[in-house]
């Protein structure tokens, strides 16, 4: 163990005389001490901005006056998803997708204002985020400093001294990599301090701890195969070229390949073709404005019966709110089919991207990074079904009151004069049936287990590239 350590600490003092490799690692703290702070900055503005509109929409629409219910059905109510905790670290889908809804009857309206358009203020760094500093960057600082571990001794003639002496290959790649594991250890430090921020915040410590592992994770899957390729070439020259190959391959031909191939292979269905045929199932239900449409002629002779009326104006209920009740319901059910059937296309396209996490790390980590911190496409979709649900909530309490606290006659001659117009409001108590809205994300376990595939991709890149380090060790000779 001790000619381990003293590997160790001559592999550190090599670096620490090397002026370029501190520039360079200097140079890359810099740049993300930078990055992180920018996008935490950025992430905490977000969260308390949509916190804050989130307020005021509620207020705005509980302070309504007096009105005809359904004109409060298309007033509509505005939502926003706050940024998770973590995301100060792995904004992931974030800045791409809608981040605010607007709820209104009769409708699922697309989420709007994604980041990614007001990100000038960061010119051409707007991209840059403390998770793409580590997926991308970090594997450079480690094939700087780590490609000439053992080429190096080959070069100066001292590995067949070092050997003759009794060391085995296997143990000075052990104390090498023991120098680079120590290394990418002190890299994430700025992971931790985000994990702390993040659990002030709210965040659980089984999702920070696993964000955190699972960099450490892909950081010694660079750090093996950085120390095989030194182990197995004849020259610097030869190290550097090959690891920067498979640099430009994995983080960046790679991932490229697998959404280019998955978008070529499972395409999602066109928006114009999918619309056309849901407006044609939506024309069938019947229009819910309409008490004489006949597709509702079963529900009307039901009411009659129940209330033993003559005519609907009899009734001790205003029809015209029953079947809104009835039409919304019909409708929801119809979208809520195709809403569902997007997402889950879209869910199988991303399926099939992460797969290729078995090809490349790169994209095994982004994909485990986004599902620890909540900012993936299953937490947009969990985001969307939220909404959803209060949509039709908030829709069919105006509805119901509608049917009860507004009579049939009042409201359809509410267009007579102003006195019927003033009759066919009703109290603004009755919009108190919309509840506050506060996104939730997937529990911290849930989290771990959605990643779970990738983790196991990062773990078995590094169970075998740490059994070909050791093959390669064990070949090094006097």
């Known amino acids: 163990m001790s000619a381990t350590l003293t590997i160790t600490t001559d592999e550190w003092r090599y670096w620490l005389r090397s002026k370029l490799a501190l520039a360079v690692v200097a140079l890359f703290v810099v740049i993300l001490v930078g990055v992180s702070a920018l996008t935490n900055l950025r992430i905490e503005a977000e969260a308390h901005e949509r916190e804050h509109h989130q307020e005021v929409s509620e207020e705005t629409f509980l302070d309504q006056p007096d009105r005809h219910p359904h004109r409060m059905v298309h007033y509509g109510h505005y939502v926003f998803r706050a940024p998770m905790p973590l995301a100060i670290f792995d904004p992931g889908l974030d800045a791409i997708t809608g981040q605010t809804l607007f709820l209104e009857g009769h409708r699922q309206n697309s989420a709007t204002f994604s980041a990614s358009a007001s990100s000038a203020d960061l010119g051409g760094l707007s991209w840059l985020t403390p998770a793409l500093m580590y997926q991308l960057f970090a594997p450079l600082l480690v094939i700087l400093l780590g490609h000439g571990a053992i080429v190096r001794e080959r070069e100066a003639g001292t590995l067949p001294a070092l050997l003759a002496q009794g060391l085995t290959g296997r143990r000075l790649v052990a104390g090498k990599l023991l120098a680079l594991a120590l290394f990418v250890t002190l890299l994430l430090v700025p992971v931790l301090i985000s994990g702390v921020i993040a659990l002030s915040a709210g965040e659980r410590v089984l999702a920070a701890a696993s964000l955190l592992g699972v960099y450490l994770v892909y950081l010694l899957i660079w750090v093996a195969l950085t120390l095989l390729v030194s182990t197995l070439a004849e020259n610097r020259a030869t190290a550097i070229a090959v690891l920067a190959a498979a640099w430009l ?126 900012t993936d496409l299953f937490h947009y979709h969990r985001f969307l079904r939220q909404a959803e649900a209060l949509r039709i909530n908030f829709v069919q309490g105006l509805n119901r009151a509608h049917a009860e606290a507004l009579s049939y006659t009042d409201d359809i001659n509410r267009n007579r004069d102003e006195a019927s117009w003033e009759r066919a409001r009703i109290d603004a108590s009755n919009w108190q049936v919309l509840d506050s809205f506060q996104y939730e994300s997937a529990s911290a376990s849930d989290r771990v287990a959605g990643a779970q595939w990738s983790i196991a991709m990062l773990a078995a890149w590094i169970a075998v590239l740490t059994l070909l380090l050791a093959w390669a060790g064990g070949r090094l000779k006097p």
């Open 249 to 374: 391959a994995l983080t960046l031909v790679l991932p490229a390949a697998a959404v280019n191939t998955t978008t070529q292979t499972a395409p999602l269905a066109g928006k114009i073709e999918t619309e056309l045929t849901m407006l044609t199932e939506i024309r069938d239900l019947g229009d819910g404005h309409d008490v004489d449409d006949s597709v509702y002629n079963d529900v009307q002779a039901s009411l009659l019966a129940e209330y033993g009326a003559a005519s609907i104006e009899e009734l001790d209920i205003n029809i015209r709110g029953v079947l809104a009740q009835k039409a919304e319901a019909d409708l929801t059910e119809t979208l809520n089919v195709y809403a569902d059937r997007r997402m889950a296309a879209e869910m199988r396209q991303s399926d099939r991207v992460s797969a290729h996490g078995w090809l490349t790390p790169t994209l095994a980590v982004a994909v485990a990074s986004r599902t620890l911190a909540g």
